[in-house]
C-alpha cells in the first residue's frame, strides 16, 4: 500500500510515481510503498444498529454484534448506505448510551492500561478499553485486548490505534478521528505497526479525516465506515492497506468512501512480501485512483488466493469508480483469483476486472 507517510507532488495527469519511504513512529514498516508506481492525481457523526454480519471466512471467526436496520433500498447505495444495510454513520462507533469518560482529565489509568506521554498504553494482557474519550494514541502492547466503545481523536502524523506485537487485538464500536481533514487529520486510524499482529479484528468502526483507515496485513476487516478521508501535502490515501502477507485478511461489508482521485480505498500491495489469501467480499466502496489495487506487483511474486466478490462499486465521486478506474493490479488469471459478482452501485451492472 501505501500512505501513512508516503509523500507526493499531486498532478492533475495520468503520470505515476513511486511512494518515498517515511516512518512515523515507531516499527520497520512506514505506510510507504516501495517498488510500486501508480498514477495520482490533485485533486460528527452519529448512529446505529450494528452492521449486518454476513458470512465470514473459515480462516476467522464470526464477530460479534446483531444485524443492521430494514433495507430499503437496492441501488444507490452510497447515498444512503444503512438503507441497503451497509454501515454508515448510523450504525457504527460507540453505541447509543455508552458514556464517555475524558482520558486523562477524568480518568488516567486502569486495570491494564495508563496514560502516559501524551497517550494511552495498554500493557495488561485481555485488557478491556471500553467507554473512553481519548486525545491521543491508544497503543496496544499486550495480547487479548479489546478497544470498544471508545472516541479516540488524534491529529497529525501519528495513530489512532497502534498494534505493537500484539495478538488477539479487538477495535470494535469506536469512533478514531481527527477535528483536521487536512493540515491536521490524521495518518493512519489503525495500524499494524510491525506487520506481525495475528488474530486482529476490527468491527463496526467510524474512521474518518485520515489518510489511512486501516493498516493491516491479516485478521478481519469488517462493518466498518471509513470516509471523508484527509489529505495534506503528497498523502496517499487509503481506505484500507495491506503490505504484503499470506495469511489470511477478509475485508467483509464495509463502507469506504475515499473523496479524493487518490490511490484507493481498498488495497493490497507486495511492498514487503507476496499477497494471498484476500477475501474482499459484500464491500460497498468508491473513489481513489482507482477504486481496488488487487494485490500483483510489477515484476514482483505472482499474487494468488486473492477473491475480489459482490462488492458494489459506487460513482459518487468519478464516473468510473476511482478517477482512473475501478480496479488495477488484479490477475484473474492467478491460482485462487476470482473477480466475481461486483457491480455498480447506480445500475447494478457487472464491474469487470
Avoid at 132 to 138: D, E, F, I, L
Avoid at 149 to 169: C, E, K, P
Avoid at 284 to 305: E, K, M, S, V
Amino acid at each position: 500500500m501505501d500512505n501513512a507517510g508516503g509523500l507526493h507532488s499531486l498532478k492533475a495527469s495520468a503520470q505515476t510515481d513511486t511512494q518515498l519511504s517515511r516512518q512515523a513512529g515507531a516499527g520497520p514498516i512506514s505506510n510507504a510503498t516501495t517498488g510500486f508506481s501508480r498514477p495520482r492525481i490533485k485533486h460528527i457523526p452519529k448512529r446505529r444498529a450494528h452492521p449486518s454480519a454476513h458470512a465470514h471466512p473459515s480462516a476467522q471467526p464470526p464477530p460479534s454484534g446483531g444485524g443492521g436496520g430494514p433495507i430499503t433500498r437496492h441501488s444507490d447505495c452510497a447515498a444512503s448506505p444503512h438503507a441497503c444495510g451497509f454501515p454508515d454513520a448510523t450504525n457504527t462507533g460507540p453505541r447509543p448510551g455508552t458514556a464517555l469518560r475524558s482520558v486523562p482529565s477524568q480518568v488516567s489509568s486502569g486495570p491494564g492500561w495508563s496514560w502516559s506521554d501524551g497517550g494511552v498504553e495498554i500493557s495488561g494482557a485481555g485488557t478491556v478499553f471500553a467507554g473512553y474519550a481519548v486525545h491521543g494514541t491508544v497503543d496496544v502492547t499486550a495480547s487479548n485486548v479489546t478497544v470498544r466503545d471508545d472516541a479516540i481523536t488524534v491529529t497529525g502524523d501519528s495513530f489512532g490505534v497502534a498494534i505493537r506485537h500484539a495478538s488477539g487485538t479487538t477495535i470494535e464500536d469506536c469512533d478514531i478521528s481527527s477535528p483536521s481533514a487536512g493540515a491536521g487529520r490524521l495518518m493512519v486510524g489503525i495500524k499494524d505497526i510491525y506487520g506481525d499482529a495475528s488474530g486482529t479484528k476490527v468491527i463496526g468502526n467510524n474512521i474518518w479525516h485520515t489518510s489511512t483507515g486501516v493498516q493491516m496485513g491479516a485478521g478481519l476487516i469488517q462493518g466498518n465506515y471509513i470516509h471523508d478521508l484527509g489529505l495534506t501535502g503528497d498523502d496517499h490515501l487509503n481506505g484500507t492497506t495491506s503490505n504484503g502477507s499470506t495469511t489470511p485478511l477478509a475485508i467483509i461489508h464495509n463502507t469506504i468512501l475515499n473523496p479524493h482521485g487518490q490511490t484507493d480505498a481498498i488495497s493490497l500491495f507486495e511492498d514487503f512480501g507476496t499477497e494471498a489469501n484476500r477475501e474482499i467480499r459484500d464491500n460497498l466502496i468508491a473513489g481513489g485512483g482507482y477504486t481496488i489495487y488487487g494485490g500483483q506487483n510489477p515484476g514482483g511474486p505472482r499474487a494468488h488466493n486473492i477473491r475480489i466478490t459482490d462488492n458494489r462499486f459506487a460513482t459518487i465521486y468519478f464516473q468510473n469508480g476511482g478517477y482512473w478506474g475501478p480496479v488495477a493490479a488484479f490477475d484473474p488469471s492467478a491460482p485462487g483469483n476470482v473477480w466475481s459478482g461486483n457491480v455498480w452501485d447506480s445500475t447494478g451492472q457487472p464491474v469487470s476486472a
